[in-house]
């Protein structure tokens, strides 16, 4: 309803001006740029649904921010417009479409260039000197920060050629530099700076230049507004006609002194401009300066004057943003899942929306401390996260956006899936012992786990669907073609009660169920035969014993060697192992010899053959070799070239020492490359690893 529609939009211009106020004003930002982005969006939606409701002071009419009042205000000699951004490839593709058709023709050739996520500054230079540097500002009028920019020593002073000059860049700090900035800040006891960019402009507005001088603060300029010879009899100011290309700029630029960033690329056309977004999504995270996307713009000076401007953005140019990492949407439910471990999770239903990526429709809140923490309520509009491939998270809930129909959630008293009753804590004999190398992670996990409710009913249906997913996962069982709908199918179908069900199931059983035909059928019974030679160290972890994870389980499997040794070992024999506590060693004590377990294990033994660890490590050619992983290969993943290590008795760490045998560097390596250099540490290249793998 257009009621609704407006009441939503005034709360969002008043949201978004006062973030303006705080990111340009105050250089206090509250929330990331993804999130002011997304709210900036569904704002400008909302305005295209409902032209009416567009009013002249609205934050999509205007240029840019507010100046800050402590220092002097300049006037830009030409105009700071902001680029539109876009977001994939496909509103990359509309934008083109746009631009051809305004030019009036098909051949249009770009210029990519980094996005670097600092602060904006416009320098003005007056017979060769400089006279001004300024922030941008609102786009017209900024701040005259000249005194700081002086001590920037990527920032000539002088030029080599007597022209009246205004050029545009981008003032950057190191994260090197941010690390060493917040230590000192947090000495001090002063808040430390959220990212490079808040440091970046918190430094240039010190109004001390010699406070400034000692933080190393970088640019890079991309652009020149205004060029004229003073030689010249013309009087307006205006881009000599000599530059016909964006790419011309940048070389002068360069013989101007000024330092230009070396990764721009022209390009042909919009797919190659695609080619060097995906290039640098994937290095994005190994320059010393923030990258947050990329900036293309028409190669042809002319073309890119004959486009001009909207009203407040560049026709000739655009910012393609990486995906977002955060993000705004509204919680449309809240719900509780049950874990194969009876935990009962409280999930938020979302509002899709795109972040780094891929759709998110939902995110889990962890236990009922998490959602008094957030406060966050059905109906509320709140602020998602998501770092690579990482599950998203909602970190923070915008109460500013409230309408007061918003619900509390209380979790339920009875299990939502079988209704037995639920209680909050864990469920589980408690412990005050040591748990090894890991206590410190344990303890942390134990606290998240008694602020949990579970569902008090050990044969719950949800749990023993959960168990049986967990089993057949590409982490446990690994049996391809074995889906949650597929076991869900099974188990309602009554075909599979337990684990060891699957290794029981037949053609003639499979065939006749819907979504399987013959082939399908044989593909799956293939899948479940490929499962029975398997790792110690995967059948624990596929059999879902509370506390035994990944880690543990490889710890468990190499200290034993055999399925046999575990099941006769006693409490005081699996806690003794380092960085396996008593908690985990009851845990796995108790599953085994529970008399329902026992029989279980005893039907898996018929079909599953585990390869004894010990004595088979003793024999293989990477045994007690360490290795450390880093950057990207281009033949396997690096959970594959983990496993694979492994399976040749290697082992991997995450951190390189004088201990490590050897450091496998793929491409864009990280930091652990230096490290391996400086402590001599044998480096392998990705031919020599796949030579070491198979010789």
Known sequence: MESDAKDRIEKLRTEIRRHDRLYYALDAPEISDEAYDALYRELSALEAQYPTLITPDSPTRRVGGIPAKEFKKTKHKVPQWSFDNVFDFGELTKWDERVKKLAKTSLIEYVAELKIDGLKIVLTYEHGMLVTGATRGDGVIGEDVTGNIRTIRSIPLSLPEEVDMVAVGEVWLPHSELARINNERKKEGEPAFANTRNAAAGSLRQLDPRVVAKRKLDSFVYDIDALQSIKSIKSKVHKVESLRTQEEELRMLERFGFKVNPHHRVCKNIEEVEVFYKEWAKKKGKQEYGIDGIVVKVNDCSAQEALGYTGKSPRFGIAYKFPAEQTTTKVENIFVQVGRTGALTPVAALAPVRIAGSTVRRATLHNEDEIKRLDVRIGDTVILQKAGDVIPEIVRV??????????????????????????????????????????????????????????????????????????????????????????????????????????????????????????????????????????????????????????????????????????????????????????????????????????????????????????????????????????????????????????????????????????????????????????????????????????
């Open 398 to 695: 915008l109460p500013e956006l409230r309408t007061g129909k918003e619900k509390i959630f209380h979790m339920p008293a009875k299990c939502p899936v079988c209704g037995s009753p639920v209680k909050k804590g864990t469920i589980g004999r408690p412990s005050s012992a040591s748990v090894g190398v890991r206590s410190a992670q344990f303890r942390v996990r134990q606290q998240a786990e008694s602020a949990a409710h579970y569902c008090t009913n050990k044969k719950c249906f949800a749990q023993e669907i959960e168990n049986l997913i967990h089993f057949v996962s590409k982490k446990g069982m690994n049996i391809d073609g074995l889906g949650e709908k597929i076991v869900e199918q099974l188990v309602n179908e009554g075909l599979v009660s337990d684990s060891a069900d699957f290794y029981e199931l037949s053609l003639a059983d499979l065939k006749p169920l819907e979504r399987f035909a013959e082939k399908s059928a044989e593909n799956l019974i293939h899948a479940i035969e490929a499962s029975e030679k398997v790792s110690l160290q995967k059948f624990l972890f596929a059999l879902g014993i509370r506390h035994v994870g990944e880690e543990t389980a490889e710890l468990i499997a190499e200290h034993f060697g055999t399925l046999a040794k575990i099941r006769s070992a006693d409490v005081g024999n699996i806690d003794a192992i380092e960085g396996v506590g008593e908690i985990m060693a009851r845990s796995l004590y108790e599953w085994i010899h529970d008399k329902k377990n026992e029989s279980l294990l005893d039907r898996l033994m018929k079909f599953v053959h585990i390869q004894n660890l010990k004595s088979r490590i003793q024999n293989l050619k990477l045994s007690g070799k360490t290795f450390v992983l880093t950057g990207t290969l281009s033949s396997m993943s690096r959970d594959e070239a983990k496993a694979k290590i492994k399976s040749l008795g290697g082992k991997v760490t995450g951190s390189v020492s004088k201990e490590t045998d050897y450091v496998v560097v793929g491409e864009d390596p990280g930091l652990k490359f230096k490290t391996a250099k400086d402590l001599s540490v044998a480096i392998l290249a990705e031919k020599e690893f796949l030579k070491l793998l198979t010789k």
